[in-house]
């Protein structure tokens, strides 16, 4: 039987070595994902959409700055730190209706944004239009992106509906004491809210130099993985990096032969400005190159719901 610690003797443990999770800040996390899509989407082939994220991640800055949902109580973390499960859990968890306003938001933001592509100003009117009209048709979407299913998810309104739920999380998460986190952690998910990572960074200064982290795709924590082992299955016999040759030096496809699947890392000391989100997002060239190649994503970009297999 897993013993319970106390709070405060978490903090006791030697996490001198390698800090185990990295917390979103508040201030920056999407100001600066902002900064990084419009960099990236010069001479990209995707400039359009990737701006069109960075208006949204403009939005998701301002939204987070008044942003205060209630966390966790006292006996969802006893038994998130008794069964070694993530305590801001997004599957299951019980939201506030604010999140809604905080969609509500978002979406007021791009309509009044003057060089909206035709396409995407529909989008956000018609989801608008549901938010007003059917708010439990919204809830049931927001269920649906949370659980990563397809069936029934509009793939147009789904990055709204994900942008909100990212500010409603990443604030969730940037506010929790690291001192309740459990000891221990389901493999291959966020330590926090139990999603997919997006994407992995390999850290530069401090504690975490040269250390590998996991980046959610949700809350926007970070949490530290061995380098050379899938993320995925976590084995380390089948691991192999592939990159785009004459391509970014700071992006490679780290794929597993044993489960056959790949996820992005992207190293910090060559692209000092890197977002897990957005990187991955410009670089879906290194994705269709893995596909021709046989090998699946583990999962998917938040901002880009597309209708293709991904690992199981």
């Known amino acids: 039987m897993q013993r319970v ?8 443990l030697d996490h001198t070595s390698i800090p185990r999770l990295r917390q979103p800040v508040r201030a920056s996390v999407f100001a600066d994902r902002a900064a ?10 995707l400039s359009a959409y990737l701006l069109l994220m960075a208006a949204l991640a403009d939005g998701q800055h301002q939204a ?6 209630p966390g966790p109580d006292d006996e969802r973390i006893h038994l998130a730190q008794a069964h070694g499960m993530p305590p801001l859990q997004a599957t299951g968890w019980q939201r506030d209706p604010g999140w809604r306003a905080l969609l509500a938001s978002l979406l007021t933001h791009m309509a009044a944004l003057p060089d909206v592509p035709a396409q995407a100003l529909q989008a956000v009117q018609a989801l608008q239009h549901r938010l007003d009209s059917d708010p439990d048709a919204i809830e049931a979407q927001a269920d649906a992106v949370l659980a990563e299913r397809e069936a029934g998810v509009d793939a147009a309104a789904a990055p709204f509906i994900v942008a909100a739920l990212q500010v409603y999380w990443t604030s969730l998460a940037a506010d929790f004491n690291e001192s309740d986190m459990p000891v221990v952690s389901p493999q ?5 809210c139990g999603s997919l990572p997006v994407a992995s960074v390999v850290r530069v200064g401090g504690q975490a130099d040269g250390c590998r982290y996991l980046c959610c795709s949700l809350c926007s924590a970070e949490w530290h993985l061995v380098r050379v082992t899938c993320s995925h299955c976590q084995d380390t016999k089948d691991v192999a990096y592939h990159s785009i040759e004459g391509g970014p030096e700071g992006i490679k496809a780290e794929s ?6 790949y996820r992005k890392i992207f190293y910090q000391e060559k692209a000092l ?3 897990p989100v957005a990187d991955d997002l410009a670089s879906l060239t290194l994705d269709m190159l893995m596909g021709e190649a046989g090998y699946a994503r583990a999962s998917g970009n938040p901002l880009l719901w597309q209708h293709e297999p991904v690992a199981s």
């Open 5 to 12: 610690l106390a709070r405060g003797e978490i903090e006791s």
């Open 188 to 192: 291959g998910v966020c330590p926090l």
């Open 64 to 69: 987070i700055r008044h942003c205060r949902m």
């Open 273 to 275: 400005g890197v977002d």
């Open 256 to 261: 597993c032969d044993h489960c056959h699947t």
């Open 36 to 45: 990084r899509l419009r960099q990236l989407a010069q001479d990209n082939p």
